[in-house]
Structures are given as structure tokens and as C-alpha cells.
């Protein structure tokens, strides 16, 4: 999803217009495999699963040319694709025999942990070790990006990844047509969201621009209301496959329910079963919907001054209206294919990406750094970023400072988000009822954690 989500738990350009080549020069790390040379150079194949994230691809291409600046003899050969584009070709890639050297892996028992289980990546323990990387996250950073040798065990094991950056799920309002319904605040509660989606189709506006043609903003938005239901706990139990977990619970039938009644009352923008998220975010920039769900990944926003400035991004609210929270994790960790032909030079790679050099970097291209510096907002006052991105920036540092970011509920199971996706729909044509949906939702995960218990 982006996150996936990456699932994801993230706007977003063709993977053709956006796949870019980058040649630059690095050294390699001392401590080579048998099989590597890395003091010869070479070419350095990397890969990323941001397409869709202008802003961020225009800071790797800066960090890309100063990692050339840095380190003569070595060119790299920098592609980006969708993360839809990584995820259905990940498997067959990096079980090939000529993987890239550095790939971003979107995380879950579906990606990461099948990945794991199949060797088909490199532990990261000693790279770690090496470049001081277990003290530059912090351990709840890591966590999502460790899993045990077996793939059974999710936020435990050995370092699989490193995250360059952090990305969250908001909503995205339109103050210009909230100003017209006279609406002067985000919403902080359910129901005042409702309300002001209510207002919204009753003055002839679209309430939320939506589309569920690539799935991952279905699962972001059960995501955000089992969240809003019953808070964090709720989330992460699922996700870590704690305290009996399961779809069936009082909160997942309010969250199913939540948004079988939203599409019965029109709140979804019009055939939005045909819209994938580049295009629901294209849609919304344009004027179309008071809200709609996006990841702070996609900041800034492809528009113009005049569309991008009258947009805010906001907290998904929250049932009580207390604390802060959201569906947010570092993004797409960068991973080492155990084919790749350069091991040591991606782990300098990585490194380079994580450094707080990256980092302060990244900020000032509106992208949240997964160890942002410890005063971010001269770095945002100077960037001079739309306001959207502003927003993203400020309070996604507010929920890693200040509350409390969960990961995304497809992570739980390999079938989670492929199922979520295709019943989503079909609770919405009413093909499934809230009760057959849920049973889906728990046949795609029950079964897998029971067999993980199993050994």
C-alpha cells in the first residue's frame, strides 16, 4: 500500500514518462563479498517503486548526481516505477538471475516477509553494524522492515530494509468549497466528517474524491477507520497477529459498515470504480470533491499554484476525536536482492539515502525524512512549498513526534490486499453484504495466522 499501501500505504506520473537513467560514480565498501570486486565500479542497477512520487524522485536525482560527485568510477542505473508496477513484478525479479542491485520492497507478509521466506534478499545485519544504521532509525522505525528468517514473524529478526523516507494517510480538503459551505475547520470527529460530506453532496459537490480502480486507497480507508474506531491497538493487533485478532470484531463491523454507508448515500465521487489514485489526485487538484485520501508521499501535488493553494492536508478523523494518530510508516524500504552482482556498493547506496545529508534533503523537497532534523521548520520556511505540502510535512512530524503512527492493516496477511480490493467493490454494488465482506477479510487472514502458530 503504500503501503503500499505502500500498500500505500502514496501526484503521479506514467512509470514510462517517470523511469529515468542516472549515471554517477561510487566507490565500493571494504568488506566485498568473495564474489565482488566492488573497488572496480561498475554499474550499480537500482530500482525504486515511487514513480508516482515526483517530488521525492526529483531529490534522488539530486542525491543520485552528488553520490557521483562524491565517488568517481561507478555508474548507476536508476529506474522508477508504480508501486502497482513494483508489486506484480517483484516476485519474478528478484528470483530471476540478473535482479537490480538495490530495490524498494513493499512490506508485509505479502512482499517483505514472502521475500524473506524465499532467500531471495540479503540480511542487512552486518551492513547495519557497519554504518551505524540500528542507531540512525529508531527501533519502531525498524521494526516493520525485520522479519524473522522463516517470513513467520513480522517486527522481529534480522534487517531486511532501510526506509529513506516516512509517509502517512490524511485527508486532502478543499477550503475554497468548504468556504462555500461554510465550513471553517478540518474535521476532528466521524461525524463531523459526515456532516460536511452531507453538505457537500447536498450543494451539488462531490463529498469524497475516491477511486478503487488500484485498490490501495480501499485499503487505506479501512485502514483509517478501523483506526478511528478503535484506535491504534486495533490496527497494530491485527498487523502483528496479537490478542486473537480478527475481522469479525465490533470495530470491524463498524468500519465495514462505515463505508457501505457512505457509498449508499453518494459520498464517493461519481464512477469512481474506474479511477486509480493518480487520477482520483488529478480529479481533486482540479477542483473535483471537498475530500479525499492521499498519502503524504504524493506531495507536492502536480498543479498550478492557483489549484494547489486553496488545499489542505489533514488528520483523517477519529471517532472520540482525541489524540493523534494515522496510518503512517517510512516508506518503501530500499532492499538487496541476494543475486544482486554489487552487494557492498548498494549497501553505500542505502547508506548515502539514509544519511542526514539525504535527509535534510529530502525535507526541503517536501518529503518527510524517516530522522528528520531536531528543528525541521527553518528547513520548511525556506523550501517555500505549497501549502499541501506544508501541511504534510508538519504533521507528519507532529505524528512521529508527538502521536502515534500505525502500519497498514493489509500488512497482516499475503491475501489481505488483493482481497480488500476486489470486495470492496462488491460491497458497494451490494453483491456482498457487510457480513460477507468481513468473512472474506477474515478467510484471507485467519487461516494465515493460524498456519504461521502452526510452525
Given amino acids: 500500500m503504500p503501503n503500499r499501501h505502500a500498500k500505500g500505504r502514496l501526484a503521479r506520473f506514467t512509470t514510462a514518462l517517470?523511469?529515468?537513467?542516472?549515471?554517477?560514480?561510487?566507490?565500493?565498501?571494504?568488506?566485498?563479498?568473495?564474489?565482488?570486486?566492488?573497488?572496480?565500479?561498475?554499474?550499480?542497477?537500482?530500482?525504486?517503486?515511487?514513480?508516482?512520487?515526483?517530488?521525492?524522485?526529483?531529490?534522488?536525482?539530486?542525491?543520485n548526481k552528488q553520490f557521483e560527485d562524491e565517488n568517481p568510477g561507478v555508474k548507476i542505473e536508476f529506474t522508477a516505477k508504480s508501486f502497482d508496477d513494483l508489486a506484480s513484478?517483484?516476485?519474478?525479479?528478484?528470483?530471476?538471475?540478473?535482479?537490480?542491485?538495490?530495490?524498494?520492497v513493499n512490506r508485509g507478509y505479502q512482499a517483505l516477509g514472502a521475500f524473506v521466506k524465499g532467500g531471495l534478499l540479503t540480511n542487512m545485519d552486518d551492513y547495519a553494524k557497519k554504518h551505524g544504521w540500528d542507531t540512525r532509525q529508531t527501533a519502531s522505525q525498524l521494526q516493520l522492515n525485520r522479519f524473522s528468517t522463516d517470513g513467520k514473524l513480522m517486527g522481529e529478526g534480522p534487517l531486511w530494509g532501510m526506509s529513506a523516507t516516512t509517509a502517512w494517510i490524511?485527508?486532502?480538503?478543499?477550503?475554497?468549497?468548504?468556504?462555500?459551505?461554510?465550513?471553517?475547520?478540518?474535521?476532528?470527529?466521524?461525524?463531523?466528517?459526515?456532516?460536511?460530506?452531507?453538505?457537500?453532496?447536498?450543494?451539488?459537490?462531490?463529498?469524497?474524491?475516491?477511486?478503487?480502480?488500484?485498490?490501495?486507497?480501499?485499503?487505506?480507508?479501512?485502514s483509517e477507520l478501523l483506526l478511528a474506531k478503535g484506535g491504534p491497538q486495533a490496527v497494530q493487533d491485527l498487523v502483528f497477529h496479537h490478542s486473537n485478532a480478527t475481522f469479525t470484531s465490533e470495530t470491524a463491523v463498524w468500519a465495514a459498515t462505515t463505508m457501505k454507508s457512505w457509498g449508499d448515500k453518494g459520498y464517493f465521487s461519481p464512477n469512481w470504480t474506474a479511477y486509480k489514485t493518480d487520477q482520483v489526485l488529478a480529479n481533486f487538484v482540479s477542483g473535483k470533491g471537498l475530500f479525499s485520501l492521499t498519502s503524504s508521499r504524493f506531495t507536492p501535488l502536480k498543479g498550478t499554484p492557483e489549484q494547489t493553494k486553496k488545499l489542505r492536508m489533514v488528520f483523517f478523523p477519529s471517532v472520540s476525536g482525541q489524540g493523534i494518530a494515522a496510518v503512517g510508516a517510512g516508506d518503501i524500504p530500499w532492499t538487496i536482492p541476494v543475486k544482486a552482482k554489487k552487494k557492498d556498493l548498494a549497501a553505500k547506496y542505502i547508506d548515502f539515502v539514509t544519511s542526514q545529508k539525504a535527509a535534510e534533503q529530502f525535507l526541503a523537497g517536501g518529503a518527510i525524512p524517516s530522522k528528520p532534523p531536531a528543528d525541521a521548520e527553518p528547513a520548511i520556511n525556506a523550501a517555500n512549498l505549497p501549502v499541501p505540502?506544508?501541511?504534510?510535512?508538519?504533521?507528519?512530524?507532529?505524528?512521529?513526534?508527538?502521536?502515534?503512527?500505525?502500519?497498514?492493516?493489509d500488512w497482516g496477511a499475503p491475501e489481505l490486499y488483493p482481497t480488500i480490493s476486489r470486495t470492496f467493490d462488491q460491497l458497494m454494488s451490494g453483491a456482498l453484504s457487510v457480513d460477507g465482506l468481513l468473512a472474506e477479510l477474515q478467510k484471507a487472514y485467519g487461516p494465515f495466522v493460524e498456519s504461521l502458530a502452526k510452525g
Fill in 18 to 63: 517517470l523511469a529515468t537513467t542516472v549515471a554517477f560514480a561510487a566507490t565500493a565498501c571494504s568488506s566485498s563479498p568473495k564474489d565482488e570486486k566492488a573497488s572496480e565500479g561498475g554499474t550499480l542497477v537500482v530500482q525504486s517503486g515511487l514513480a508516482n512520487s515526483p517530488g521525492i524522485l526529483a531529490v534522488y536525482q539530486k542525491l
Fill in 389 to 409: 505540502s506544508q501541511d504534510a510535512l508538519r504533521n507528519g512530524l507532529k505524528l512521529v513526534g508527538q502521536g502515534t503512527p500505525v502500519p497498514y492493516v
Fill in 170 to 222: 490524511g485527508l486532502l480538503m478543499n477550503t475554497e468549497i468548504a468556504e462555500k459551505l461554510g465550513i471553517t475547520e478540518a474535521p476532528k470527529t466521524i461525524a463531523e466528517l459526515e456532516d460536511q460530506m452531507q453538505r457537500a453532496k447536498a450543494a451539488g459537490e462531490i463529498p469524497m474524491q475516491f477511486g478503487s480502480a488500484s485498490g490501495e486507497l480501499a485499503a487505506w480507508l479501512l
Fill in 89 to 104: 513484478i517483484a516476485k519474478l525479479q528478484l528470483s530471476g538471475s540478473n535482479p537490480p542491485d538495490v530495490t524498494q
